[in-house]
């Protein structure tokens, strides 16, 4: 189980950064970028081994990708260039 912890932790870290990395401009703050991919990984990793059960270490892993990518898209803003004004503006 410190293995799955571990390596959850780790991928939710790398896919934070991997985001932080391609979209600095639509997402809030590292700090808060970065937490978000651990404790969704760690999450998703508890999850993912309470419904399975132990034994299922990859699977595992991908639950812990699937919640972390899933609280990461959670921040996104969207582009300066498709927000509409209103018409009372």
Do not use: C, D, Q
Not at 36 to 53: S, Y
Not at 64 to 88: G, I, K, Q
Request: no cysteine.
């Amino acid at each position: 189980m410190f293995l799955e912890a571990l390596g959850s932790a780790v991928l939710g870290l790398a896919l934070a950064w991997a985001a932080s990395y391609r979209l600095p401009h639509r997402l809030p703050s590292r700090s808060l970028v970065m937490s978000t991919g651990v404790v969704g990984a760690l999450f998703g990793a508890f999850l993912t081994h309470t419904a399975l059960g132990s034994g299922h270490f990859l699977a595992i892993l991908l639950g812990a990708v699937a919640v972390s990518a899933a609280l990461l898209s959670l921040l996104l803003r969207p582009e300066e260039r498709f927000r509409r004004r209103s018409a009372t503006a």
